[in-house]
């Protein structure tokens, strides 16, 4: 599923798209800090188990990754983002034995059926090739009660300026961000996915002008 879902970029390019990551997004972290800090105070992470799909290089683990007996999965069809993700989960005090790296894709979650207490996802939706079906493996791996903590950019209003610039440049987005789209209607796609409840904001940022309609909340299963 992994191949199928998501073929394997050339080395190279993994493995400069994950020093990207690392490197480039100081800023957009610093903007979307205070909306992070006001989500993860609604996950209590001590003891339970987390999964963090796309996890990249690790961002939200100073969030939630320090609580006391939490263990945590980390997906990502990037084998390169491993060592950076172990890196950020040893500074925020992860014992290494409560963390895995797992290589998959949000369409086949390596994970058991109601296995989660929680799957957090950040900016994952843009580029997983089939939304729906990320949220059904995310609805399954999700213990009852469980918890979907998520925040994604989304397509400007439609008619807007900004939705025909999106439109415009989706397709060399798709290629330089490795499958990232910038049109999306990842709210939507959420709000009928099923779940008992579901909180859901909208926020604009001022650092990524072409992304910057965000939406962020908390699913229920």
Same mark, same amino acid.
């Given at each position: +599923?992994?191949?199928?879902?998501?073929?394997?970029?050339?080395?190279?390019?993994?493995? *400069?798209?994950?020093?990207? *990551?690392?490197?480039? +997004? @100081?800023?957009?972290? /610093?903007?979307?800090?205070?909306?992070?800090? $006001?989500?993860?105070?609604?996950?209590?992470?001590?003891?339970?188990?987390?999964?963090? *799909?796309?996890?990249?290089?690790?961002?939200?683990? =100073?969030?939630?990754?320090? @609580?006391?007996? !939490? =263990?945590?999965?980390?997906?990502?069809?990037?084998?390169?983002?491993?060592?950076?993700?172990?890196?950020?989960?040893?500074?925020?005090?992860?014992?290494?034995?409560?963390?895995?790296? %797992? %290589?998959?894709?949000?369409?086949?979650?390596?994970?058991?059926? #109601?296995?989660?207490? /929680? !799957?957090?996802?950040?900016?994952? +939706?843009?580029?997983?090739?089939?939304?729906? +079906?990320?949220?059904?493996?995310?609805? %399954?791996?999700?213990?009852?009660?469980?918890?979907?903590?998520?925040?994604?950019?989304?397509? &400007?209003?439609?008619?807007?300026?900004?939705?025909?610039?999106?439109? /415009?440049?989706?397709?060399?987005?798709?290629?330089?961000?490795?499958?990232?789209?910038?049109? %999306?209607?990842? /709210?939507?796609?959420?709000?009928?996915?099923?779940?008992? #409840? *579901? #909180?859901? $904001? &909208?926020?604009?940022?001022?650092?990524?002008?072409?992304?910057?309609?965000? !939406?962020?909340? !908390?699913?229920?299963?």
């Amino acid at each position: +599923m992994l191949e199928r879902v998501h073929p394997a970029r050339p080395g190279w390019y993994e493995k *400069l798209y994950a020093t990207a *990551l690392d490197k480039g +997004m @100081a800023s957009y972290e /610093a903007e979307i800090a205070e909306y992070k800090l $006001n989500l993860f105070s609604q996950l209590s992470a001590e003891g339970k188990n987390i999964l963090e *799909l796309g996890v990249g290089t690790g961002p939200n683990f =100073k969030y939630y990754a320090s @609580a006391d007996g !939490v =263990k945590v999965t980390g997906v990502d069809p990037n084998k390169y983002m491993e060592e950076y993700s172990r890196a950020a989960a040893f500074s925020t005090g992860l014992p290494s034995s409560n963390f895995t790296f %797992r %290589r998959g894709v949000g369409e086949a979650l390596p994970a058991e059926d #109601s296995s989660m207490d /929680a !799957v957090i996802g950040t900016l994952v +939706m843009c580029s997983v090739k089939d939304t729906d +079906m990320a949220l059904r493996e995310i609805k %399954r791996v999700l213990k009852p009660g469980g918890l979907y903590l998520f925040i994604e950019h989304v397509a &400007a209003p439609d008619n807007s300026f900004l939705q025909l610039v999106q439109g /415009a440049l989706d397709p060399l987005q798709q290629f330089v961000a490795d499958g990232c789209h910038l049109t %999306r209607k990842t /709210a939507e796609n959420i709000e009928e996915a099923g779940f008992s #409840s *579901l #909180s859901l $904001n &909208a926020v604009r940022l001022s650092s990524a002008y072409i992304i910057s309609p965000h !939406v962020y909340g !908390v699913a229920c299963k």
